[in-house]
């Protein structure tokens, strides 16, 4: 199984950017996908999850600004990601799991300027 990440970039404090995750190699649906992000010099952290039942969970530092969404039949997460901060500058992780196991992706940088 693997997970690519796409659509990281370099935006404006204030923009919006969408990230896709599409998985490959599963013959099944992921019981949860999400996105971690990691800043230079913290640690990686939980932005979003979503269950295969639509069940989603948020970092505070995003509720209301980013959005999680899934398609289960491409085994794809999408993070619409919008008025972003420069706090929101990381490296950001596809993340599934199914069966105990952790899937994760190479990891797209997002960089907000001001």
């Known amino acids: 199984v693997q997970l690519q990440a796409s659509g990281g970039g370099l935006v404006l404090a204030g923009g919006f950017l969408t990230l896709s995750c599409a998985a490959s190699g599963a013959k099944f649906s992921f019981k949860g996908m999400g996105w971690y992000r990691q800043a230079p010099g913290k640690q990686r952290e939980l932005v979003a999850r979503?269950?295969?039942?639509?069940?989603?969970v948020y970092a505070d530092s995003v509720k209301d600004r980013f959005t999680i969404s899934r398609d289960n039949a491409k085994n794809t997460v999408y993070l619409q990601m919008n008025s972003l901060k420069l706090e929101d500058t990381a490296v950001y992780y596809c993340?599934?799991?199914?069966?105990?196991?952790?899937?994760w992706g190479q990891g797209t940088l997002v960089t907000v300027s001001s």
């Open positions: 979503i269950a295969s039942g639509e069940t989603t």
């Open positions: 993340h599934a799991d199914q069966w105990s196991i952790n899937f």
